[in-house]
């Protein structure tokens, strides 16, 4: 392994977890594979030492994930007094865990004891311990490192998870987080028993006729603007109509960004909130796409950002003569 380790943070991360009984563990709000990959990986592991683990989200966990052991387990809603120590994982700053909104002791670091663990390069290590790796392609690969540090042994379910969160965060391999390491511990998940064929199956031959129609919506509808940036948009009646929700976008900006010659491509959507949510990805070495997304408030990784705004998405149609 090349990954260089934060000892002190793995150890002081691990006497915690050792001394705890109750833990909390929190995936970041509309989680993904990885924070829920995450958060099922470490309950397995926890609750095998004997703890006992609860996993939480402010949402519900989505569908490429219900496959997951305890899935089904997870609660919108807790006490903070009933744990003696919280973990959030792929919470790439204090925001998107949620809950601090009506548990400000969430942030109190003399209230609760937190570890934040995380491969955002925005985190606000708003933890008590924090291990943050922003070189980590996935929270998932972090948690291997971790697991095996501890000498804490991986599970047929655990691997899964781990493998589960690593695939979908390098977009199954494809994406230039994929290292040397990405591909070491993938095998070692394997070989740990990870279900490697129905973590494919669930993130990438999954799909209904709604979610196919929508991507149809969006793709019929891309175009490239004057800065060469490629752009595609989704309202909120393209998803009431085709009667999908957000999440079935999920996988639809690796295909937008495979047009040659393109800046970097961007997917707008409605939240159905009131909000546009814009997707950012590139696959230019030269463009930093938290730049862009920080102009907008928002942040991510240099080849793949997001932001959220305020607003309605209007189609503009521009007629010239020529
Ligand atoms: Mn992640």
New binding site residues.
Partial sequence: MNSKIPQDEFDKAKDLLMAAHNILIISHRSP?A??VGANLAMKETLEAMGKKVQSACADPVPSNCVFLKDADRYINDFNSADYDLIVTV?CGSHELMKFHLKKPELLDRTKTTLINID??PSNDFFGNVNIVMDQAP??CFILYLFFTYCGWGISKDCATDLLH?LYY?TGSFMHSNTSADTYRIAARLKAHGADHERCVKEQFHTSSISKLRLWGRALSRVSMNSKNAVVAAITERDFREENTEPEDLSGLINYINSVPDSRFCVLLTEDMKGNIKGSLRTQNEDIDLTQIAGLLGGGGHKKASGFTVPGKLHERVVWEVK
């Fill in positions: 993904d990885d924070s792929d491969h955002h996935a929270t969160g965060d």
